[in-house]
């Protein structure tokens, strides 16, 4: 069938979420259906924003409340992995439904995952493990999955301490898992040196991988947004967000403008252009051009990015949108694995972060 194709970025965002919420209903079958999983959270965060620039944010609040309260019952309780970081990420939500509606319940859950940075193992300098079944390992993704969520929750509930433990994470990360070379990080690290993957002498997984590298533009610049003015640790960040767009900017693929599966691998033959990984370089070009850390080069290199994501969009026969090209789930590994790994549509890590970046070049693509 002949679809209009939106013309503005929010169009793009909202068509995005509206295509998404005529398929699933938030309370039955988003998937995965019925879990408590940052997946959905993904998805609804960008949701969640797009609501929030609109100020439209009826009926997609509705949507995200719906997800929320088939979860967590009126006490707070709910079900959910208490030995990784990803079950944070879902978190975010919370906030602004106890806000909005008063309901004690939203912050009761808040306050069980907030409590999980209490009971999880730690490397011997501190670092989250990101779950327990990968043992003395930091992923980066961990770093969005369980950052954003505690300084939203210290801005919220006032516990301001977090912050500081949310900047040490990063600090660790970037200590052990950045190539200066690159300006790239590595998917994870393994400071017992035991994993197949890991380096012996530096502890390192051996590729850059997009998406691991996505959460980690993502999460600095949503810290820029959640530190306040005159916290010590904004400098540190907004130095590495600057120098971190410069190597995105580098590697972005010159036809079509999107990013690799490994980034810094673009002339390997088995080597594919990755959709959410592109989306999260997108959003974090477009936030640093925000935030004044970054120029006119990433100002290009954001809506290149951008339309090509476009460009690659397909329609199902109801007129609905498909974002293509995403990467499942993946865990770290040697390139073999992440080149080899399915890709699949409208998986919710590319769409949610297809919203967000839409979202964010809402101001890039008007002047």
């Known amino acids: 069938m002949t679809v209009s194709r939106p013309e503005t970025p929010i169009q793009w965002a909202r068509k995005a979420c509206d295509s998404l919420m005529d398929i699933y209903a938030a309370a039955g079958n988003l998937p995965p259906a019925h879990r408590w999983h940052y997946h959905q959270g993904v998805f609804l965060c960008g949701m969640e924003l797009l609501a929030q620039t609109v100020q439209d944010s009826g009926r997609y609040m509705e949507y995200i409340q719906q997800y929320v309260d088939n979860l967590v019952d009126d006490y707070g309780n709910f079900y959910f992995a208490r030995d990784e970081l990803d079950a944070m990420q879902a978190g975010q939500l919370l906030f602004r439904l106890h806000e ?4 004690p319940k939203y912050k009761a859950a808040a306050d069980k995952l907030r409590c999980l940075l209490l009971t ?22 961990g770093l969005y999955m369980a950052g954003v969520f505690s300084l939203k929750y210290a801005n919220a509930y006032g516990e301001t301490g ?3 433990v949310v900047l040490f994470q990063e600090r660790l990360m970037r200590k052990h898992m950045k190539d200066e070379a690159t300006g790239l990080l590595y998917h994870a690290w393994d400071e017992s040196r035991q994993m197949p993957w890991a380096n012996p002498d ?8 997009s998406r691991a590298i996505g959460w980690y ?16 640790g904004r400098e540190e960040l907004a130095k590495e967000l600057q120098g971190f767009v410069q190597a995105l900017i580098r590697y972005q693929d010159g036809a079509s403008g999107l990013w690799y599966q490994v980034v810094n691998k673009g002339d390997q033959k088995d080597n594919w252009l990755e959709a959410s990984g592109s989306c999260l370089f ?3 070009l477009a936030k640093a051009v925000q935030f004044g850390l970054a120029g006119e080069e990433a100002v290009i290199a954001a809506r290149r990015g951008f339309e090509g994501l476009t460009e690659i969009v397909e329609w199902d026969e109801q007129g609905r949108l498909l974002l293509p090209d995403i990467c499942i789930g993946t865990s770290a590994g040697d390139y073999e694995n992440y080149v080899t790994r399915p890709k699949v549509k409208n998986d919710l890590h ?13 101001s890039l693509m008007t002047t």
């Open 100 to 103: 909005q509606t008063g309901e």
């Open 120 to 141: 999880l193992n730690r490397t011997s300098e501190g670092g989250f493990w990101h779950k327990d079944k990968y043992p003395n390992q930091m992923w980066l993704d």
């Open 202 to 209: 530096t502890g390192c997984s051996p590729e850059f991988w």
């Open 217 to 232: 533009g993502l999460a600095l610049s949503q810290f820029l947004d959640l530190l306040p003015e005159d916290d010590p």
């Open 350 to 362: 590319g769409v949610g972060a297809f919203v967000m970046a839409c979202v964010e070049m809402r």
């Open 282 to 284: 997108v959003y974090t």
């Open 162 to 164: 977090l912050r500081e």
